[in-house]
């Protein structure tokens, strides 16, 4: 059992150096500052629900939550914006610096010459932490940064932005080295995110009135909803079709029907990769059942924690272990003593 712990640890970073690099990640990563919209938090008290009970509209206490749930996601990323971050907010914060920084450290020992030095980093968050990562890891690292948009006073989101690679030039032109590059793709939209003119505006503040995608299903019949939505998950697709690529999934359970289809279609793709991590055992089956499928295949493993800790008991796989596991420094901890797979 403990080799193939530790065996299963390597062969994730393995892909991870070796493949064409990508990753979802869902509202499950930013859980301890954002909890999740069925979080008790969320729910009116006795005297907003009978108010709600009054309404005809028989979704008024899910409309409620939702709205809870943006306001608070607004609240946070205007702390992550101000550098004010409070409790569990830091520690994400900081777990998101550490997994950017893995990110980067792996792209550094992954060869150009098999595939462009490029990680995808696909995002059904609303909030901003990835983007406050950026900024704080790029004073010790050289790499790119590719949100999608271009401009400078005024920068606005194209798809066909993604499609650069960049490359750093000797001071005597006598060689090119392609430089590390993150790729953030967000098909949900972002606090930061403004509807100028049916054009989509990346703002450096919290949005007055951000572009989001409701997660209710993709019930939105306003057209410029509609191209940003289909036109992001053209990307997420393009993405998942090329050959020797891997997807590392976190944080998401598989519940939006659109992602799942096109995660079902890619599979049909013999050299794609799928690793998709659940916060606890129960989880596998209701990826299965979410996704529509009866078990795993060849190039789909759901990782839970029993997969890997010999006591697996309230044991938990979050971005944080991923990130340990990317860093040839996963701990296991057995009953009574720790062992390492290469922790230094």
Not at 14 to 27: D, E, M, R, V, Y
Not at 67 to 93: H, N, P, W, Y
Not at 292 to 314: A, M, Q, W
Not at 315 to 333: A, P, W
Request: glycine content about 6%; hydrophobic content about 35%; proline content about 3%.
């Amino acid at each position: 059992m403990d080799d193939q712990i530790d065996a299963l640890a390597k062969s994730i970073r393995h892909f991870a150096i070796t493949k064409q690099l990508n990753f979802l990640i869902g509202s499950g990563a930013s859980a301890d500052a954002i909890p999740l919209m069925n979080d008790d938090k969320y729910k009116p008290n006795s005297n907003q629900l009978q108010e709600l009970n009054k309404s005809e509209d028989p979704d008024a206490e899910k409309k409620f939550c939702l709205k809870s749930l943006f306001a608070k996601t607004m609240d946070v990323s205007k702390r992550i914006i101000s550098g004010e971050l409070v409790g569990k907010e830091k520690d994400t914060q900081s777990m998101y610096d550490k997994f950017l920084q893995a990110v980067i450290t792996i792209l550094n020992l992954s060869n150009s010459r098999r595939g462009p030095k490029n990680v995808n980093l696909f995002t059904t968050n609303y909030d901003l932490f990835i983007e406050k990562s950026i900024d704080n890891v790029a004073g010790t690292n050289r790499f790119i940064f590719n949100d999608g948009a271009s401009g400078y006073f005024e920068r606005f989101l194209d798809s066909s932005n993604y499609n650069r690679v960049v490359a750093y030039r000797g001071l005597t032109d006598n060689y090119l080295n392609e430089m590390p590059s993150i790729s953030l793709i967000k098909p949900h939209g972002s606090m930061n995110w403004s509807n100028s003119d049916n054009k989509i505006q990346v703002l450096n503040t919290i949005s007055q009135d951000p572009f989001l995608v409701k997660p209710t299903g993709f019930e939105n019949k306003e057209t410029f909803l509609s191209n940003h939505f289909y036109d992001m998950l053209r990307i997420f697709q393009l993405e998942l079709d090329k050959s020797e690529s891997v997807m590392f999934v976190i944080g998401f359970s598989f519940q939006d029907k659109h992602i799942a289809q096109m995660i079902r279609r890619a599979l049909q793709n013999p050299e794609l990769m799928i690793y998709a991590f659940g916060f606890r055992d129960g989880d596998r089956q209701k990826y299965m059942s979410n996704l529509g499928v009866n078990d795993e295949k060849h190039n789909f493993r759901i990782i839970t924690p029993s997969n890997l800790y010999v006591d697996c008991e309230n044991k938990q796989i979050t971005l944080g272990v991923l990130t340990d596991i990317l860093n040839n420094k996963f701990i296991r901890e057995e009953k009574g003593k720790e062992a390492s797979n290469g922790a230094e």
